[in-house]
Nanobody, 124 residues
Framework: QVQLVESGGGLVQAGGSLRLSCAAS????????MGWFRQRPGNEREFVAA????????DYTDSVKGRFTISRDNAKNTVFLQMNSLKPEDTAVYYC?????????????????WGQGTQVTVSS
């Protein structure tokens, strides 16, 4: 069984930065891809970023490219999302997730384990 716990959310002004962390418990974290998703008020959950098992592959939704960076530390069973140049439209609950699947990491139904989410609020 895998448990995921996000942290690092908060309130920040537009243009600011936050670093989200997701700590994983359970076996074999380092063997699987991880993703970050977000759910903005009144919207469905959407893909933000994903990273392959060894960090060699990353993917981002267009709206965050150049501003967000996903990374992982397999020795610490943790995945990160560095968010820079934040905009009010980035306001959302951010979730990390783990998938046993390969490919199509932008699809939420590929992920079998989810954290509880952390709120990010960007003020204008």
């Amino acid at each position: 069984q895998v448990q995921l716990v996000e942290s690092g959310g908060g309130l920040v002004q537009a243009g600011g930065s936050l670093r989200l962390s997701c700590a994983a418990s359970g076996r074999a974290f380092s063997r699987y891809a991880m993703g970050w998703f977000r759910q903005r008020p009144g919207n469905e959950r959407e893909f933000v970023a994903a990273i392959g098992w060894n960090g060699g592959t990353t993917d981002y939704t267009d709206s965050v490219k150049g501003r967000f960076t996903i990374s992982r530390d397999n020795a610490k069973n943790t995945v990160f999302l560095q968010m820079n140049s934040l905009k009010p439209e980035d306001t959302a609950v951010y979730y990390c997730a783990l998938t046993y699947s390969i490919g199509s990491y932008y699809l939420s139904n590929k992920y079998g384990y989810w954290g509880q989410g952390t709120q990010v609020t960007v003020s204008s």
